[in-house]
């Protein structure tokens, strides 16, 4: 007399032909990754590092080109010290400017 159930039959039946589909290949160890993979990467860290680099050198260029905009009042320049010239005696009976600013002016 067979004292196993016909379920149990079945599920060794099924994992007995599943064991027969396994080989000592499908045991061995995977070998590492090659192909396109790994130099996608490269490209990828490569390309990523080279825009964030413009992205900072486009960033640099904007800062210093903003900070010198027109629209900051620029500081004077400081006082110059003039002194005032004495013109030489001249038969001309008009009186002759003593300093630049006078001469800018003009009568």
Partial sequence: MNSRAP???R???A??????????????????????????RR?????????AATAAAAAAVVLLLSSHTTDRPRPAP??????????????DPRPVPSTP????SGP
Avoid: N
């Fill in 78 to 91: 400081p006082a110059q010290h003039s002194s005032p010239t004495v013109a030489p005696p001249s038969d």
């Fill in 43 to 51: 490209i990828r860290r490569v390309l990523s590092v080279t825009v």
């Fill in 15 to 40: 994992l007995e032909a599943r064991g027969q589909l396994i080989s000592a290949h499908d045991l061995s160890p995977a070998g590492p990754p090659t192909g396109s993979a790994w130099g996608t």
């Fill in 11 to 13: 599920l060794r039946a």
């Fill in 7 to 9: 379920i149990e039959e």
């Fill in 101 to 104: 600013s006078a001469v800018a």
